[in-house]
């Protein structure tokens, strides 16, 4: 199936504790996000990665470090986990065609991080 | 701070009606508009896009532009229960690359 994928979809750890999240998207798409949903669903872009380049890096603390190996890939590692990265975590992609911002973009299934 | 404003509602339909989905943005710049459902525990999947003024229709879904009042809607034709979900309005607001802010989405409820 072509699809953006995301590993685990369940994340329950403790405090502390280092994690990662793998994303794989084989749409063939050259950009890659990642956003948070928090308890409200609020969903907000926290990375995007452009032909393995960073372009989108907003307010996010240095514990979350984003990694793109290439193109069809992009990890989240999360180091010193607090209760307040309990969220849902979505990896979407995008092709980027006009280069004016209509790309449409694809999600994940999401992962489900608890910080107990 | 660039802001996408929606009714978090619930809003409530009774099926067969239409139901109409509002949104502002803040940014006069933005280009880009998009319509997302998302059903509970699941991801956004995309319902519409529009990036001109006017009506733009798919379906029993049409999205409705009018960037003088910095508005977007969304009508749901002949609702049904299974249109029960939280609609997210996106706005790209920053040009060049496919950067969406998100609205907080309106619950929608067709029973």
């Known amino acids: 199936d072509t699809a953006v994928s995301q590993t685990p979809k369940y994340l329950v750890t403790q405090m502390g504790n280092d994690k990662s999240i793998k994303c794989e998207q084989n749409?063939?798409?050259?950009?890659m996000y990642w956003y948070k949903q928090d308890s409200k669903k609020f969903l907000k872009i926290m990375f995007s990665y452009n032909n393995k380049e960073l372009i989108i890096n907003e307010t996010v603390p240095n514990r979350f470090s984003p990694k793109s190996p290439d193109k069809a890939h992009l990890n989240l590692h999360i180091n010193s986990l607090e209760l307040g990265d309990s969220a849902v975590y979505f990896c979407?992609?995008?092709?980027?065609?006009?280069?004016?911002?209509?790309?449409?973009?694809?999600f994940g299934p999401g992962t489900r991080l608890l910080v107990l | 701070q660039k802001e996408v404003e929606q009714n978090s509602g619930p809003l409530s339909v009774p099926e067969g009606a239409i139901a109409s989905l509002n949104c502002t943005y803040s940014?006069?710049?933005?280009?880009?508009f998009f319509w997302y459902r998302q059903y509970s525990g699941k991801s956004p999947e995309l319902i519409m896009s529009?990036?001109?003024?006017g009506d733009k229709e798919d379906g029993r879904f049409t999205a409705q532009l009018n960037k003088a009042s910095q508005y977007v809607s969304l009508l749901i034709r002949d609702s049904q229960p299974s249109d029960s979900a939280t609609y997210l309005c996106a706005v790209n607001i920053r040009s060049g690359y496919s950067t969406l802010t998100f609205g907080k989405g309106t619950m929608l409820l067709v029973s």
């Open positions: 749409l063939g798409h050259d950009t």
């Open positions: 529009i990036y001109s003024n």
């Open positions: 979407a992609s995008s092709l980027r065609t006009s280069g004016r911002g209509q790309e449409t973009q694809y």
């Open positions: 940014d006069r710049g933005s280009q880009s």
